[in-house]
Nanobody
Framework: QVQLVESGGGLVQPGGSLRLSCVAS????????MNWYRQAVGKERELVAGITPTGGSTRYADSVKGRFTISRSNVKKTVYLQMNSLKPEDTAVYYC?????WGQGTQVTVSS
C-alpha cells in the first residue's frame, strides 16, 4: 500500500530554516508528481509546492516563492522541502501528497 512518511518539522524562530522530508513507498515514485501542502489552524489546506517526476519542473504558492525549494531524489524515493526565511504565518501542519494519498503530516511552528 502507498505510504508517505514526513519528517523534519519542529519549532523555529522567525528567519530560521527547516528541511522537511517525505519518504514514499508502495508505488513507482519516479513516475509521479509530488506535492507539499500545508494546513494552518482554522484554514483550508493549501498547495505549497509541487515537483514533476523527473524534477524538471516545479511550482510554488506565491506566499513561499523565493523562500522555499522543493526537490526530490528518485533513488531515495524522497521529496524534500527546504524552507528558509520562515515567518510566523508559515506555521502549519505540512503534508506530503501524491494524487489522493497523504502522509500523516509534520508540524512546523515559527515563533520567537
Amino acid at each position: 500500500q502507498v505510504q508517505l512518511v514526513e519528517s523534519g518539522g519542529g519549532l523555529v524562530q522567525p528567519g530560521g530554516s527547516l528541511r522537511l522530508s517525505c519518504v514514499a513507498s508502495g508505488f513507482i515514485f519516479s513516475g509521479y508528481t509530488m506535492n507539499w501542502y500545508r494546513q494552518a489552524v482554522g484554514k483550508e489546506r493549501e498547495l505549497v509546492a509541487g515537483i514533476t517526476p523527473t524534477g524538471g519542473s516545479t511550482r510554488y504558492a506565491d506566499s513561499v516563492k523565493g523562500r522555499f525549494t522543493i526537490s526530490r531524489s528518485n533513488v531515495k524515493k524522497t521529496v524534500y522541502l527546504q524552507m528558509n526565511s520562515l515567518k510566523p504565518e508559515d506555521t502549519a501542519v505540512y503534508y506530503c501528497n501524491r494524487l489522493g494519498d497523504w502522509g500523516q503530516g509534520t508540524q512546523v511552528t515559527v515563533s520567537s
